[in-house]
């Protein structure tokens, strides 16, 4: 009779994903991620066509953009410390369903005041539901390779983006805009029962037999030495959101200072899309080539990247530059930036123990 171990790991891999290997349990959190991406951008490229037909100014549908960073920010904060209560299966579950249902509900949406309440639910869910799948992707691959795993499957965040850029156009051309609510609503359901599956039903505990559940893995953050790296490490998130979010406002704006008619002061959001993806490639490329020669420096990655996002803001405030140049500072900035979102999501992964890495990510 073999014993079993009672005290199951993500650290080391699902029992699951052990039996069919892990290029399909990452795929999947790869699509989670893919599409909580296309739902967090997509009322980006929404509310022009809405502000249109609803005979609105752009500027009053803000209240729709802050309910959606509201409702992201609420999620990452209680996904954690859900998962750690009532498992990572359950918890994981229910951000798919949630942000899935309120998107596709959005599609009915009748005036501002109604479709900030829907991001703001939707918007929970696609919080939470990130660092569940980042988390789960760490354990699936193990620890030798989670910081790859964990950057491989945020890059989801920027395909699913550029595809939104994509697709969104010719979607709301034929169907009208509630036609992206309706894909980024339907799509979702696709994949809860194989999220279901790859996931743990509880939370993972570190394979120690003086292991103690985490009470209150939110307060863990700042225990046990930790305290300083999580201050640090949030004030850089902080800095690198605020930059993303600012230049995701602005930049179309901005481009019409830099000679471009207003029709065209899009492109520069596909220019910080596609370098924000390119970016994401290379980090995750480098990271994995590091990990496999024995030797991780993400850390020396991040300050590298960030240093051509100092020197390409700094060139395009200072220098005057074609706008074919414009647009590659603005995909460099995009690629630094992304970067940032990647690494410091890596550093978690990288730096928190499994039971309270679902929150450290969040």
Not at 111 to 135: D, K
């Amino acid at each position: 009779m073999i014993a079993k171990d009672p005290k199951p790991s993500m650290e080391g891999g699902l029992a699951k994903t052990r039996r069919v290997g892990p290029v399909l349990p990452l795929l999947v959190c790869f699509l989670v991620i893919v599409l909580d991406g296309f739902n967090t951008t997509s009322i980006s490229f929404v509310v022009p066509r809405l502000a249109h037909e609803w005979h609105l100014a752009p500027a009053l549908f803000t209240t729709v953009f802050v309910a959606t960073n509201i409702g992201a920010a609420i999620g990452f904060m209680i996904s954690g410390p859900l998962a750690q209560r009532f498992g990572h299966r359950s918890m994981g579950v229910a951000s798919v369903v949630l942000f899935a249902g309120s998107t596709l509900v959005t599609a009915y949406a009748t005036n501002i005041a109604s479709m900030s309440v829907m991001r703001l639910a939707a918007a929970i869910g696609l919080g939470a539901a990130l660092p569940i799948a980042i988390t789960a992707a760490a354990g699936i691959i193990g620890a030798k390779h989670k910081v790859a795993a964990s950057l491989l499957v945020t890059t989801g965040m920027s395909v699913g983006a550029v595809t939104g850029g994509v697709a969104g156009g010719p979607l709301m051309s034929h169907f009208g805009w509630q036609s992206i609510f309706v894909t980024g609503g339907v799509l979702p359901f696709l994949l809860v029962v194989a999220f279901f599956r790859i996931l743990p039903a509880r939370s993972p505990v570190i394979a120690d037999a003086a292991a103690v559940r985490v009470s209150n893995p939110l307060k863990a953050l700042f225990e046990n030495g930790l305290g300083a790296y999580t201050c640090l490490l949030w004030l850089f998130s902080f800095l690198i959101f605020m930059d993303v979010y600012a230049l995701l406002f602005w930049v179309p704006t901005l481009l019409v200072d830099f000679g471009f008619s207003a029709d065209h002061a899009s492109v520069g959001m596909a220019a910080f899309s596609i370098g924000g993806l390119s970016g994401n490639v290379l980090m995750t490329v480098a990271v994995t080539m590091m990990t496999l020669a024995g030797r991780l420096r993400v850390k020396s990655a991040l300050v590298v990247g960030l240093l051509l996002v100092i020197i390409s803001v700094g060139s395009l405030s200072q220098v005057a530059v074609t706008p074919a140049i414009v647009l590659l500072f603005i995909g460099v900035i995009g690629a630094g930036l992304v970067n940032g979102i990647m690494g410091q999501t890596a550093l978690a992964v990288a730096f928190y123990p499994p039971e309270i890495r679902a929150t450290g990510v969040g």
